[in-house]
Protein backbone atom coordinates (compact mmCIF):
# COMPACT_ATOMS: atom_id res chain seq x y z
CA UNK A 1 0.00 0.00 0.00
CA UNK A 2 3.06 2.50 0.63
CA UNK A 3 4.48 1.83 -2.06
CA UNK A 4 1.41 2.38 -4.36
CA UNK A 5 0.95 5.25 -2.42
CA UNK A 6 3.61 6.71 -3.32
CA UNK A 7 3.77 5.97 -6.86
CA UNK A 8 0.30 7.76 -6.85
CA UNK A 9 1.82 10.92 -5.33
CA UNK A 10 4.99 10.84 -7.93
CA UNK A 11 2.11 10.31 -10.95
CA UNK A 12 -0.02 13.10 -9.64
CA UNK A 13 2.95 15.35 -10.01
CA UNK A 14 3.87 14.95 -12.90
CA UNK A 15 0.23 15.24 -14.29
CA UNK A 16 -0.33 18.53 -12.71
CA UNK A 17 3.34 19.80 -13.64
CA UNK A 18 4.51 21.24 -16.95
CA UNK A 19 6.07 19.31 -19.24
CA UNK A 20 9.58 20.50 -18.25
CA UNK A 21 8.78 19.87 -14.63
CA UNK A 22 9.11 16.18 -12.63
CA UNK A 23 8.70 16.87 -8.73
CA UNK A 24 9.57 13.32 -7.19
CA UNK A 25 11.03 11.72 -4.19
CA UNK A 26 14.70 10.95 -4.57
CA UNK A 27 14.96 6.70 -4.80
CA UNK A 28 11.09 6.24 -4.72
CA UNK A 29 10.77 6.95 -0.97
CA UNK A 30 8.05 7.29 0.68
CA UNK A 31 6.72 11.61 1.82
CA UNK A 32 8.25 12.76 5.00
CA UNK A 33 11.23 9.88 5.05
CA UNK A 34 14.47 11.19 7.02
CA UNK A 35 12.73 14.36 7.96
CA UNK A 36 11.63 15.33 4.34
CA UNK A 37 7.94 16.63 4.06
CA UNK A 38 5.50 15.01 1.76
CA UNK A 39 5.68 17.76 -0.85
CA UNK A 40 8.78 18.53 -2.07
CA UNK A 41 10.05 19.78 -4.98
CA UNK A 42 13.52 18.32 -5.24
CA UNK A 43 16.00 20.49 -6.81
CA UNK A 44 18.49 17.65 -8.32
CA UNK A 45 15.41 16.53 -10.29
CA UNK A 46 14.24 19.84 -11.78
CA UNK A 47 15.14 20.05 -15.11
CA UNK A 48 17.82 22.46 -16.47
CA UNK A 49 19.81 22.87 -12.87
CA UNK A 50 22.86 21.68 -12.54
CA UNK A 51 24.53 20.88 -9.15
CA UNK A 52 28.53 21.43 -8.69
CA UNK A 53 30.96 22.86 -8.02
CA UNK A 54 33.60 25.30 -10.31
CA UNK A 55 30.57 25.48 -13.03
CA UNK A 56 30.83 27.18 -16.10
CA UNK A 57 29.28 30.75 -16.58
CA UNK A 58 26.62 29.12 -18.74
CA UNK A 59 25.84 26.55 -16.15
CA UNK A 60 25.74 29.90 -13.66
CA UNK A 61 23.09 31.51 -16.40
CA UNK A 62 20.99 28.26 -16.88
CA UNK A 63 20.62 27.41 -13.12
CA UNK A 64 19.22 30.99 -12.53
CA UNK A 65 16.28 30.48 -15.02
CA UNK A 66 15.88 26.97 -13.78
CA UNK A 67 15.41 27.95 -10.12
CA UNK A 68 13.21 31.08 -11.16
CA UNK A 69 10.82 28.42 -12.53
CA UNK A 70 11.39 25.68 -9.82
CA UNK A 71 10.86 28.71 -7.60
CA UNK A 72 7.65 29.60 -9.47
CA UNK A 73 5.89 26.54 -9.58
CA UNK A 74 6.14 25.34 -5.80
CA UNK A 75 5.01 29.32 -5.04
CA UNK A 76 1.81 28.56 -7.39
CA UNK A 77 1.52 24.38 -5.71
CA UNK A 78 2.77 25.69 -1.90
CA UNK A 79 5.06 23.34 -2.22
CA UNK A 80 8.64 22.72 -0.25
CA UNK A 81 11.80 23.48 -2.04
CA UNK A 82 13.84 20.58 -0.96
CA UNK A 83 18.00 20.63 -1.44
CA UNK A 84 19.29 17.14 -0.87
CA UNK A 85 22.79 18.56 -1.13
CA UNK A 86 25.47 20.22 -3.05
CA UNK A 87 26.58 23.42 -4.66
CA UNK A 88 24.11 24.93 -7.32
CA UNK A 89 25.72 28.24 -8.44
CA UNK A 90 24.07 30.69 -10.20
CA UNK A 91 24.13 34.08 -11.89
CA UNK A 92 20.73 35.50 -10.57
CA UNK A 93 20.18 39.92 -11.51
CA UNK A 94 16.47 39.23 -10.02
CA UNK A 95 15.15 42.20 -8.69
CA UNK A 96 10.93 43.04 -7.01
CA UNK A 97 10.15 46.34 -7.99
CA UNK A 98 13.94 48.16 -7.71
CA UNK A 99 15.09 46.23 -4.76
CA UNK A 100 17.98 43.35 -5.72
CA UNK A 101 16.63 40.03 -4.72
CA UNK A 102 18.40 37.30 -6.08
CA UNK A 103 16.34 34.19 -6.46
CA UNK A 104 12.98 34.96 -4.35
CA UNK A 105 11.01 32.61 -2.37
CA UNK A 106 7.57 34.09 -2.66
CA UNK A 107 4.91 33.20 0.24
CA UNK A 108 3.25 30.16 -1.19
CA UNK A 109 6.52 28.11 -1.24
CA UNK A 110 5.98 26.09 2.07
CA UNK A 111 10.11 26.50 3.10
CA UNK A 112 13.19 25.77 1.73
CA UNK A 113 14.98 22.60 3.42
CA UNK A 114 18.50 21.26 3.19
CA UNK A 115 20.26 18.17 3.80
CA UNK A 116 22.87 19.48 5.98
CA UNK A 117 23.64 23.35 6.78
CA UNK A 118 27.47 22.42 5.44
CA UNK A 119 26.61 21.14 2.65
CA UNK A 120 22.87 22.24 1.09
CA UNK A 121 24.31 25.76 -0.27
CA UNK A 122 23.00 28.13 -2.74
CA UNK A 123 26.20 29.96 -4.49
CA UNK A 124 25.63 33.46 -6.59
CA UNK A 125 27.62 34.71 -9.00
CA UNK A 126 26.16 37.70 -9.71
CA UNK A 127 27.79 40.82 -7.58
CA UNK A 128 25.72 43.07 -5.65
CA UNK A 129 22.61 40.99 -5.77
CA UNK A 130 21.44 38.93 -3.00
CA UNK A 131 22.33 35.18 -3.00
CA UNK A 132 18.38 34.80 -2.01
CA UNK A 133 15.57 36.79 -0.57
CA UNK A 134 12.63 34.73 1.54
CA UNK A 135 9.91 36.08 1.93
CA UNK A 136 8.20 39.49 -0.39
CA UNK A 137 10.05 42.84 0.16
CA UNK A 138 7.27 45.05 -1.58
CA UNK A 139 3.63 44.18 -0.70
CA UNK A 140 1.59 43.42 2.40
CA UNK A 141 1.79 39.73 1.34
CA UNK A 142 3.17 37.32 4.21
CA UNK A 143 4.86 34.25 4.21
CA UNK A 144 2.84 32.11 6.82
CA UNK A 145 4.11 29.01 8.62
CA UNK A 146 7.40 28.63 6.60
CA UNK A 147 9.87 26.21 7.40
CA UNK A 148 13.71 26.87 6.54
CA UNK A 149 16.08 24.66 7.58
CA UNK A 150 20.40 22.95 6.49
CA UNK A 151 20.90 25.52 3.99
CA UNK A 152 23.87 27.70 3.55
CA UNK A 153 23.91 30.58 1.42
CA UNK A 154 27.01 33.13 0.21
CA UNK A 155 29.02 34.17 -2.88
CA UNK A 156 31.11 32.61 -5.45
CA UNK A 157 32.03 36.36 -6.41
CA UNK A 158 33.83 39.10 -4.21
CA UNK A 159 31.52 42.03 -3.18
CA UNK A 160 33.52 43.50 -0.92
CA UNK A 161 37.45 44.62 -0.80
CA UNK A 162 39.56 45.71 2.47
CA UNK A 163 42.37 47.95 1.30
CA UNK A 164 44.77 50.04 2.65
CA UNK A 165 46.39 52.79 0.24
CA UNK A 166 45.66 56.88 -0.57
CA UNK A 167 43.41 59.14 -2.65
CA UNK A 168 44.97 62.21 -4.03
CA UNK A 169 42.31 64.19 -6.45
CA UNK A 170 40.42 61.23 -7.87
CA UNK A 171 43.11 58.77 -7.61
CA UNK A 172 43.40 56.02 -5.54
CA UNK A 173 46.46 54.30 -5.17
CA UNK A 174 46.29 50.79 -3.28
CA UNK A 175 49.47 50.01 -1.08
CA UNK A 176 47.67 46.54 0.28
CA UNK A 177 45.10 44.27 -0.35
CA UNK A 178 43.78 42.93 2.86
CA UNK A 179 41.13 40.85 1.42
CA UNK A 180 38.39 40.67 -1.57
CA UNK A 181 38.89 42.14 -5.24
CA UNK A 182 38.64 45.77 -5.84
CA UNK A 183 35.85 46.16 -8.82
CA UNK A 184 34.55 49.12 -10.40
CA UNK A 185 31.24 50.26 -9.16
CA UNK A 186 31.63 49.15 -5.65
CA UNK A 187 30.82 51.99 -2.74
CA UNK A 188 33.16 53.00 -0.06
CA UNK A 189 32.04 52.55 3.44
CA UNK A 190 35.40 53.15 5.09
CA UNK A 191 38.49 55.91 4.61
CA UNK A 192 36.66 57.86 1.76
CA UNK A 193 34.25 60.78 1.68
CA UNK A 194 30.42 59.67 2.04
CA UNK A 195 29.11 58.73 -1.66
CA UNK A 196 32.50 57.56 -2.97
CA UNK A 197 32.52 54.98 -5.51
CA UNK A 198 35.04 53.45 -7.49
CA UNK A 199 34.14 54.60 -11.64
CA UNK A 200 37.34 52.61 -12.97
CA UNK A 201 40.80 51.20 -13.28
CA UNK A 202 42.75 47.97 -12.24
CA UNK A 203 45.91 46.92 -10.00
CA UNK A 204 46.90 49.62 -7.66
CA UNK A 205 45.59 52.24 -9.53
CA UNK A 206 41.87 53.32 -9.64
CA UNK A 207 39.61 56.52 -10.59
CA UNK A 208 37.35 57.00 -7.52
CA UNK A 209 34.05 59.73 -8.36
CA UNK A 210 34.75 62.26 -6.09
CA UNK A 211 38.02 64.31 -5.73
CA UNK A 212 39.37 64.25 -2.10
CA UNK A 213 42.85 63.74 -0.03
CA UNK A 214 43.36 60.51 2.08
CA UNK A 215 46.64 60.29 3.27
CA UNK A 216 49.01 57.16 2.85
CA UNK A 217 47.50 54.37 4.88
CA UNK A 218 44.46 55.06 4.98
CA UNK A 219 41.93 52.07 5.51
CA UNK A 220 39.32 51.64 3.08
CA UNK A 221 36.70 48.93 3.11
CA UNK A 222 34.31 48.61 -0.46
CA UNK A 223 31.26 47.12 -1.18
CA UNK A 224 28.13 46.57 -3.11
CA UNK A 225 25.60 47.48 -1.07
CA UNK A 226 23.20 44.81 -2.03
CA UNK A 227 25.49 41.92 -2.20
CA UNK A 228 23.27 40.08 0.80
CA UNK A 229 23.78 36.88 1.63
CA UNK A 230 20.35 36.05 2.87
CA UNK A 231 17.25 38.97 2.59
CA UNK A 232 14.31 38.26 4.19
CA UNK A 233 11.01 40.06 3.99
CA UNK A 234 7.50 39.73 5.27
CA UNK A 235 7.47 36.33 7.38
CA UNK A 236 5.74 35.33 10.16
CA UNK A 237 4.49 31.87 12.51
CA UNK A 238 7.57 30.54 10.55
CA UNK A 239 10.69 28.25 11.55
CA UNK A 240 14.46 28.85 11.04
CA UNK A 241 16.81 26.79 12.55
CA UNK A 242 20.41 25.82 11.31
CA UNK A 243 20.39 28.44 8.64
CA UNK A 244 24.08 30.04 7.68
CA UNK A 245 25.16 32.87 5.65
CA UNK A 246 28.87 31.59 4.94
CA UNK A 247 31.72 32.99 3.30
CA UNK A 248 33.17 29.79 2.29
CA UNK A 249 29.59 28.59 0.58
CA UNK A 250 31.49 29.18 -2.83
CA UNK A 251 33.68 26.61 -1.56
CA UNK A 252 37.20 28.20 -3.16
CA UNK A 253 39.42 27.72 -0.49
CA UNK A 254 39.19 31.72 0.76
CA UNK A 255 36.25 33.88 2.14
CA UNK A 256 33.95 35.26 0.21
CA UNK A 257 31.90 38.23 2.16
CA UNK A 258 28.79 39.62 1.65
CA UNK A 259 28.40 43.22 2.58
CA UNK A 260 25.28 42.32 5.26
CA UNK A 261 25.51 38.70 6.34
CA UNK A 262 21.55 38.36 6.60
CA UNK A 263 19.16 41.27 6.46
CA UNK A 264 15.64 41.79 8.26
CA UNK A 265 13.11 43.95 7.17
CA UNK A 266 13.92 45.69 4.03
CA UNK A 267 14.78 48.88 5.79
CA UNK A 268 11.29 48.86 7.97
CA UNK A 269 9.41 48.16 4.99
CA UNK A 270 8.65 44.62 5.74
CA UNK A 271 7.35 42.70 8.89
CA UNK A 272 8.60 39.89 11.22
CA UNK A 273 6.14 38.31 13.24
CA UNK A 274 6.15 35.52 15.89
CA UNK A 275 8.52 33.53 13.99
CA UNK A 276 11.22 30.83 15.59
CA UNK A 277 14.73 30.69 15.36
CA UNK A 278 17.00 27.66 16.40
CA UNK A 279 20.51 28.46 14.99
CA UNK A 280 21.46 31.48 12.52
CA UNK A 281 25.15 31.61 11.43
CA UNK A 282 25.98 34.85 10.19
CA UNK A 283 29.33 33.87 9.41
CA UNK A 284 29.97 36.86 6.51
CA UNK A 285 29.07 40.71 5.94
CA UNK A 286 31.60 43.78 6.18
CA UNK A 287 28.77 46.35 7.16
CA UNK A 288 27.19 43.49 9.80
CA UNK A 289 26.61 40.54 10.31
CA UNK A 290 23.26 40.57 11.37
CA UNK A 291 20.80 43.71 10.06
CA UNK A 292 17.50 44.22 11.67
CA UNK A 293 14.78 46.59 10.50
CA UNK A 294 11.51 45.21 10.61
CA UNK A 295 7.74 45.62 11.87
CA UNK A 296 8.09 43.04 14.30
CA UNK A 297 6.62 41.48 17.81
CA UNK A 298 6.42 37.80 18.86
CA UNK A 299 9.63 36.45 17.71
CA UNK A 300 11.69 34.30 19.67
CA UNK A 301 15.45 33.61 19.07
CA UNK A 302 17.83 30.81 20.05
CA UNK A 303 21.20 30.99 18.75
CA UNK A 304 22.96 34.00 17.04
CA UNK A 305 26.51 33.85 15.74
CA UNK A 306 28.15 36.46 14.35
CA UNK A 307 31.85 36.01 13.50
CA UNK A 308 34.03 33.91 11.37
CA UNK A 309 37.26 34.86 12.07
CA UNK A 310 39.81 33.70 14.67
CA UNK A 311 43.37 34.52 16.37
CA UNK A 312 45.36 36.69 13.87
CA UNK A 313 42.50 36.96 11.67
CA UNK A 314 39.91 39.28 12.73
CA UNK A 315 37.13 40.76 10.62
CA UNK A 316 37.80 44.55 9.81
CA UNK A 317 33.91 45.82 9.82
CA UNK A 318 32.95 48.92 8.44
CA UNK A 319 29.74 49.02 10.24
CA UNK A 320 28.50 47.22 13.75
CA UNK A 321 28.96 43.77 13.89
CA UNK A 322 25.08 43.41 15.54
CA UNK A 323 22.93 46.13 14.34
CA UNK A 324 18.82 46.48 15.21
CA UNK A 325 17.23 49.84 14.43
CA UNK A 326 13.24 50.35 14.76
CA UNK A 327 12.07 47.70 16.51
CA UNK A 328 9.60 47.95 19.02
CA UNK A 329 9.12 44.47 20.64
CA UNK A 330 12.84 42.31 19.14
CA UNK A 331 12.06 39.78 21.62
CA UNK A 332 13.92 37.50 23.11
CA UNK A 333 17.61 35.96 22.11
CA UNK A 334 18.54 33.40 24.21
CA UNK A 335 22.47 33.46 23.56
CA UNK A 336 23.85 35.93 21.06
CA UNK A 337 28.04 35.17 20.09
CA UNK A 338 30.08 37.96 18.74
CA UNK A 339 33.36 37.23 17.87
CA UNK A 340 36.74 37.74 16.02
CA UNK A 341 36.25 41.18 14.85
CA UNK A 342 37.57 44.95 14.96
CA UNK A 343 35.59 47.51 14.10
CA UNK A 344 36.34 50.25 11.65
CA UNK A 345 38.41 52.82 13.05
CA UNK A 346 36.19 55.88 12.15
CA UNK A 347 32.72 54.30 14.39
CA UNK A 348 31.66 55.70 17.78
CA UNK A 349 29.40 52.79 18.90
CA UNK A 350 29.21 49.61 19.73
CA UNK A 351 29.76 46.02 18.51
CA UNK A 352 26.04 45.51 19.44
CA UNK A 353 24.33 48.79 18.39
CA UNK A 354 20.70 49.33 18.75
CA UNK A 355 18.47 52.69 18.01
CA UNK A 356 14.97 53.00 18.74
CA UNK A 357 14.62 49.34 20.42
CA UNK A 358 12.34 48.26 22.62
CA UNK A 359 11.84 45.20 24.57
CA UNK A 360 15.25 43.28 23.58
CA UNK A 361 16.49 40.63 26.03
CA UNK A 362 19.62 38.56 25.63
CA UNK A 363 20.10 35.57 27.95
CA UNK A 364 24.03 35.14 27.35
CA UNK A 365 25.59 38.00 25.50
CA UNK A 366 28.98 36.65 24.44
CA UNK A 367 31.95 38.82 23.05
CA UNK A 368 35.39 36.71 22.05
CA UNK A 369 38.12 37.72 20.51
CA UNK A 370 37.25 40.93 19.58
CA UNK A 371 39.65 44.22 19.20
CA UNK A 372 37.64 47.36 20.34
CA UNK A 373 39.27 50.07 18.23
CA UNK A 374 38.72 53.96 17.41
CA UNK A 375 37.04 56.74 19.10
CA UNK A 376 35.48 55.64 22.35
CA UNK A 377 34.39 52.47 20.95
CA UNK A 378 32.14 49.73 23.43
CA UNK A 379 31.11 46.83 22.89
CA UNK A 380 27.24 47.66 23.62
CA UNK A 381 26.03 50.52 22.13
CA UNK A 382 22.58 52.06 22.27
CA UNK A 383 20.49 54.81 21.24
CA UNK A 384 16.63 55.47 22.24
CA UNK A 385 16.65 51.96 23.35
CA UNK A 386 16.16 49.15 26.30
CA UNK A 387 18.07 45.91 26.82
CA UNK A 388 18.62 43.90 29.52
CA UNK A 389 21.09 40.78 29.83
CA UNK A 390 21.25 38.14 31.78
CA UNK A 391 24.69 37.19 31.54
CA UNK A 392 27.01 39.64 29.92
CA UNK A 393 30.98 37.10 28.92
CA UNK A 394 33.77 39.33 27.94
CA UNK A 395 36.38 36.54 26.53
CA UNK A 396 39.89 36.99 25.38
CA UNK A 397 38.86 40.83 24.32
CA UNK A 398 41.24 43.73 23.42
CA UNK A 399 41.15 47.04 24.28
CA UNK A 400 44.54 48.39 22.98
CA UNK A 401 45.24 51.80 23.99
CA UNK A 402 47.88 52.44 20.49
CA UNK A 403 44.22 52.06 19.11
CA UNK A 404 41.61 53.38 20.76
CA UNK A 405 41.31 57.48 20.60
CA UNK A 406 39.72 58.35 24.44
CA UNK A 407 38.61 55.16 26.22
CA UNK A 408 36.89 51.65 25.74
CA UNK A 409 33.50 51.50 27.53
CA UNK A 410 31.39 48.22 28.14
CA UNK A 411 28.26 49.65 27.44
CA UNK A 412 27.55 54.07 25.97
CA UNK A 413 24.43 55.73 24.83
CA UNK A 414 23.67 58.47 22.64
CA UNK A 415 20.34 59.81 23.95
CA UNK A 416 18.23 58.00 26.52
CA UNK A 417 18.46 54.56 27.00
CA UNK A 418 17.85 51.57 29.19
CA UNK A 419 20.48 48.84 30.30
CA UNK A 420 20.41 46.01 32.77
CA UNK A 421 23.24 43.92 32.94
CA UNK A 422 21.99 40.69 35.68
CA UNK A 423 25.70 39.15 35.91
CA UNK A 424 28.66 38.82 34.16
CA UNK A 425 32.27 37.23 33.78
CA UNK A 426 35.14 38.87 32.08
CA UNK A 427 37.88 36.55 31.18
CA UNK A 428 41.30 36.34 29.70
CA UNK A 429 42.13 39.68 28.90
CA UNK A 430 45.23 39.15 26.77
CA UNK A 431 48.83 39.91 28.38
CA UNK A 432 50.93 42.90 28.41
CA UNK A 433 48.05 45.69 27.85
CA UNK A 434 46.51 47.38 30.21
CA UNK A 435 43.81 49.56 28.93
CA UNK A 436 41.52 51.86 30.27
CA UNK A 437 37.82 50.66 30.29
CA UNK A 438 34.51 52.56 31.76
CA UNK A 439 31.18 50.51 32.69
CA UNK A 440 28.71 53.46 30.64
CA UNK A 441 29.65 56.61 28.67
CA UNK A 442 26.69 59.18 28.21
CA UNK A 443 26.15 61.51 25.45
CA UNK A 444 24.41 64.62 27.33
CA UNK A 445 23.75 65.99 23.92
CA UNK A 446 20.04 65.57 23.79
CA UNK A 447 19.76 66.68 28.04
CA UNK A 448 18.34 63.62 28.29
CA UNK A 449 19.94 60.85 30.76
CA UNK A 450 20.40 56.62 30.80
CA UNK A 451 19.39 54.63 33.33
CA UNK A 452 22.44 51.38 33.46
CA UNK A 453 22.42 49.08 36.28
CA UNK A 454 25.50 45.81 36.42
CA UNK A 455 25.35 43.64 38.87
CA UNK A 456 27.08 40.30 40.02
CA UNK A 457 30.70 40.90 37.92
CA UNK A 458 33.45 38.82 38.25
CA UNK A 459 36.73 40.38 36.34
CA UNK A 460 39.20 38.17 35.80
CA UNK A 461 43.02 38.46 34.59
CA UNK A 462 42.32 42.38 34.00
CA UNK A 463 45.49 44.82 34.83
CA UNK A 464 44.25 48.35 33.47
CA UNK A 465 42.47 51.21 35.00
CA UNK A 466 38.53 51.15 35.59
CA UNK A 467 37.50 54.58 35.33
CA UNK A 468 33.38 53.73 35.77
CA UNK A 469 31.89 56.97 33.68
CA UNK A 470 32.16 60.46 33.36
CA UNK A 471 30.27 60.96 36.34
CA UNK A 472 33.28 60.28 38.12
CA UNK A 473 36.44 62.20 38.96
CA UNK A 474 37.89 59.88 40.99
CA UNK A 475 39.87 57.04 39.79
CA UNK A 476 40.61 53.74 40.95
CA UNK A 477 44.12 52.31 40.90
CA UNK A 478 43.68 49.05 41.17
CA UNK A 479 42.28 46.21 38.82
CA UNK A 480 38.73 45.27 40.10
CA UNK A 481 38.11 41.96 40.61
CA UNK A 482 34.13 41.83 41.16
CA UNK A 483 31.34 43.75 42.00
CA UNK A 484 27.65 43.07 43.36
CA UNK A 485 26.20 46.30 42.03
CA UNK A 486 27.12 49.15 39.91
CA UNK A 487 24.27 51.80 38.71
CA UNK A 488 24.53 55.60 37.23
CA UNK A 489 22.12 58.43 36.72
CA UNK A 490 22.78 61.59 35.75
CA UNK A 491 23.91 62.60 38.96
CA UNK A 492 25.50 59.55 40.56
CA UNK A 493 27.69 56.75 40.36
CA UNK A 494 27.41 54.05 42.76
CA UNK A 495 29.42 50.73 43.86
CA UNK A 496 28.52 48.03 46.07
CA UNK A 497 30.81 44.82 47.07
CA UNK A 498 33.48 45.54 44.95
CA UNK A 499 36.81 43.73 45.32
CA UNK A 500 39.88 45.46 43.84
CA UNK A 501 43.17 43.41 43.37
CA UNK A 502 46.26 44.66 44.78
CA UNK A 503 49.77 43.48 42.94
CA UNK A 504 51.78 46.76 42.78
CA UNK A 505 54.99 47.11 45.15
CA UNK A 506 53.50 50.05 47.53
CA UNK A 507 52.62 53.79 47.26
CA UNK A 508 49.18 54.84 47.15
CA UNK A 509 45.89 53.40 46.15
CA UNK A 510 42.64 55.00 46.11
CA UNK A 511 39.27 53.50 47.09
CA UNK A 512 36.60 56.07 45.70
CA UNK A 513 34.07 57.01 47.70
CA UNK A 514 31.44 55.88 45.50
CA UNK A 515 32.19 52.59 45.82
CA UNK A 516 30.45 51.04 49.10
CA UNK A 517 31.25 47.97 51.09
CA UNK A 518 34.78 47.30 49.00
CA UNK A 519 37.17 44.95 49.98
CA UNK A 520 40.73 45.44 49.26
CA UNK A 521 43.25 42.28 48.91
CA UNK A 522 46.78 42.88 48.64
CA UNK A 523 48.33 40.11 47.10
CA UNK A 524 51.81 40.95 46.29
CA UNK A 525 55.05 41.57 47.95
CA UNK A 526 55.04 45.51 48.58
CA UNK A 527 58.93 47.29 48.67
CA UNK A 528 57.17 50.56 50.36
CA UNK A 529 54.55 51.26 52.30
CA UNK A 530 50.87 50.76 51.16
CA UNK A 531 48.69 53.70 51.65
CA UNK A 532 44.94 52.59 50.74
CA UNK A 533 42.68 55.83 50.46
CA UNK A 534 39.67 55.82 51.78
CA UNK A 535 37.84 59.19 49.58
CA UNK A 536 35.31 61.25 50.13
CA UNK A 537 32.24 61.26 47.58
CA UNK A 538 32.94 62.91 44.25
CA UNK A 539 29.96 63.35 42.17
CA UNK A 540 29.05 65.15 39.06
CA UNK A 541 29.26 68.69 38.30
CA UNK A 542 26.36 70.74 40.09
CA UNK A 543 25.61 67.59 42.20
CA UNK A 544 24.54 69.24 45.49
CA UNK A 545 27.34 68.77 48.35
CA UNK A 546 25.15 66.62 50.80
CA UNK A 547 24.87 64.06 47.70
CA UNK A 548 27.24 61.44 48.98
CA UNK A 549 28.22 58.80 51.56
CA UNK A 550 25.20 59.35 54.15
CA UNK A 551 24.91 55.89 55.22
CA UNK A 552 27.46 53.40 56.65
CA UNK A 553 29.88 52.58 54.23
CA UNK A 554 32.78 49.86 54.68
CA UNK A 555 36.04 49.42 53.53
CA UNK A 556 37.90 46.25 54.65
CA UNK A 557 41.22 45.05 53.44
CA UNK A 558 43.06 41.66 53.68
CA UNK A 559 46.61 41.65 53.43
CA UNK A 560 47.03 38.00 51.92
CA UNK A 561 49.97 35.30 52.40
CA UNK A 562 51.39 37.01 49.28
CA UNK A 563 51.82 40.48 50.65
CA UNK A 564 54.64 39.97 52.15
CA UNK A 565 57.82 42.59 52.86
CA UNK A 566 59.17 45.04 55.51
CA UNK A 567 56.61 47.93 55.05
CA UNK A 568 52.92 48.24 56.13
CA UNK A 569 49.52 48.53 54.57
CA UNK A 570 47.74 51.73 55.99
CA UNK A 571 44.62 52.72 55.42
CA UNK A 572 44.04 56.53 55.47
CA UNK A 573 41.26 58.98 55.31
CA UNK A 574 40.64 60.85 52.50
CA UNK A 575 43.41 63.44 53.44
CA UNK A 576 45.92 61.03 53.33
CA UNK A 577 47.18 61.78 56.58
CA UNK A 578 45.35 60.18 59.48
CA UNK A 579 45.77 56.72 59.84
CA UNK A 580 42.95 54.66 60.56
CA UNK A 581 43.93 50.93 60.76
CA UNK A 582 47.72 49.57 59.83
CA UNK A 583 48.22 46.10 58.94
CA UNK A 584 51.81 45.20 59.50
CA UNK A 585 51.36 41.12 58.94
CA UNK A 586 50.13 39.04 55.93
CA UNK A 587 46.90 37.22 56.73
CA UNK A 588 45.28 40.01 58.64
CA UNK A 589 42.14 41.80 58.00
CA UNK A 590 41.83 45.54 58.97
CA UNK A 591 38.02 47.50 58.50
CA UNK A 592 37.40 51.57 58.49
CA UNK A 593 33.76 52.47 58.85
CA UNK A 594 32.15 55.65 57.74
CA UNK A 595 28.96 56.94 59.24
CA UNK A 596 28.20 60.31 58.05
CA UNK A 597 31.63 62.26 58.05
CA UNK A 598 32.69 59.71 60.93
CA UNK A 599 35.15 56.94 59.84
CA UNK A 600 36.41 54.20 62.39
CA UNK A 601 39.07 51.45 61.90
CA UNK A 602 38.61 47.74 63.57
Avoid at 184 to 194: D, E, I, L, R, S
Wanted: hydrophobic letters at 35%; glycine letters at 14%; proline letters at 3%.
Amino acid sequence: MLRFFASFLVALCLLTAPARAQIVLPGGASGGAGGWPSNCLWLNQWPGITIGIGTSGAVHTANATALDAALAYANTNNLYICHPGGSIEYYSTDVQGSTPTGPQVLSGVRGVIGSDANDARFVQFAPGYPCITIGDLTTSTILYYGRFENISCGFGVQNTAIFQGSISGTTLTVSSLQSGVITAGMTFYTGANTGTTIVSGSGTSWTVSSSQTQSAGTQFVTAFAGGIAIQWGNLAYSYLNLVKADPYAGNLGYRVEAYIGMSFGNNGNTGFFSNVAGLLYAGTGVQNFFYFNAITSGNVWGNIYCGGGGTGNLRIMAGYPFYVENATNFGTIALLNIEWTSQNANLNGGMLSLSNVEGMYIDQLRFEGNSLVGYNPSWVGAAISTLTVGTLNLYNETANPANISGTAYVTSSYSKSLFKILSGVWDDWPGGISPTIGLFSQDNSSGEQSRVTFTNIQNRNFNGTLNPDANVTQTMTGPLLDFKRYEWNSLLSEFDGATINYTGSGGTLNVPGFMHHTRVECNAAISSELDIIDMNFSGASGAPAAFGQNYTDILEVWRSGSCTGASNVVIKDSTGTTTIKTLSSTGTTGRAVRYGTTLTGF
